[in-house]
């Protein structure tokens, strides 16, 4: 025990009182959850970040855009606006936030992106705007529960799985565990490639001592660098790492097992970059000059901001894109799920 949690006991208690009284409020109808037209998948997590939403969110893209008409909601945190907006060519990361604009990057041409912190607001926009739209993903939402959505994807770490987890602050759970109790499925993420049958067991039953529902386990796949700014034809064995994640040990472990890093630089979750940054990375690359820069997708997207070229478009920067790996029957299993969901809304077309 840390010396300082008993000083926290009593701050845990009265955020456990209040996020419970909350929840129980919308379980008793004091307060409403409305529920639309239009099929909603609520893609979420207990825990303060780091649980691979956006990752989730895109892989259910995939899953299903060749059958549905999509469209993506979220707060977009961090970003500099409020309200409404559907994201466009016009708009970047300081607009919509950084995890919208990089699925609008990867899925613009095809999936409808919007962020509104008022979601109840903005489904009906979303409908108004893009009328053929026939379903609705919503990535962080599990504790916006005006909004009451078809499906709930509940994601938890293998590294720090939920129910081993505290509230806030003595651990890092925004509500009780029983808040599990919402969700249609659990994702364990992140798992290790060789996780053994023992240990999905241990994770199934400690989970299921709170609900009983599907448990699946997901892992990462990385794929191959891709430059940020100008193409690069030469092969570099050395890296300067650059994140801004809420975790990225994995991520350092992966660059760290293809190459030899000289440097590691961590900026806190949705850092935003300066001036100061960008010239201490191109400084590094200056006195390091086979190396080159390696960073993750999130922070890529941020980093291509046109203010940014002076510095870096002539140093070799990539990013490493990150998937979800999941097994074939787990896929085939949360295709029915929610394609069962999109059915079942008399207006949508068979799939």
Not at 4 to 33: H, V
Not at 36 to 50: C, D, Q, R
């Amino acid at each position: 025990m840390r010396w300082y949690e008993p000083l926290l006991y009593p701050f845990a208690a009265i955020y456990d009182g209040i996020t419970g009284y909350r929840n129980r409020m919308f379980e008793t109808g004091k307060k409403k959850s409305i529920s639309f037209s239009i099929p909603t998948v609520v893609v979420g997590n207990l825990n303060l970040g780091g649980s691979g939403k956006t990752p989730m969110v895109e892989f259910l893209i995939e899953l299903l855009l060749p059958h549905l008409r999509i469209a993506t909601l979220s707060r977009g945190y961090g970003r500099k606006t409020k309200g409404f907006l559907m994201a466009n060519n016009s708009l970047g990361p300081s607009e919509i936030g950084d995890e919208p604009f990089q699925i609008f990057e990867k899925f613009g041409k095809e999936v409808s992106v919007a962020v509104g912190e008022k979601r109840i607001m903005a489904i009906p926009e979303i409908i108004f705007q893009k009328p053929q739209t026939e379903l609705i993903l919503l990535d962080d939402a599990f504790q916006h529960r005006y909004v009451k959505g078809d499906y709930y994807i509940l994601l938890t770490t293998y590294q720090q799985p939920f129910f081993r987890d505290r509230i806030l602050p003595l651990g890092t759970l925004r509500e009780n565990v029983n808040g599990a109790k919402r969700a249609n499925v659990i994702v364990v993420t992140k798992c290790p490639d060789q996780i053994s049958e023992s240990e999905t067991e241990i994770y199934q039953k400690e989970i299921n001592n709170i609900t009983d529902v599907p448990v699946l386990f997901s892992g990462i796949e990385y794929g191959d660098p891709f430059p940020i700014f100008n193409p690069v034809s030469k092969d570099f064995n050395k890296v300067i790492i650059v994140s801004g994640i809420a975790n990225n040990q994995l991520f350092v472990s992966e660059v760290k097992r293809r190459y030899q890093v000289i440097e590691i630089i961590t900026f806190e979750d949705h850092h935003r970059y300066i001036e100061a940054d960008l010239i201490r990375i191109s400084g590094l690359i200056k006195r390091n000059q086979d190396c080159m820069v390696l960073t993750t997708e999130k922070d890529a997207v941020k980093l291509k901001n046109r203010a940014f070229y002076k510095y870096l478009a002539e140093i070799p920067i990539f990013a490493l894109p990150i998937k979800i790996k999941l097994a074939e029957k787990d896929k085939e299993f949360l295709f029915k799920q929610i394609t069962k969901i999109v059915k079942d809304k008399a207006y949508i077309r068979e799939i």
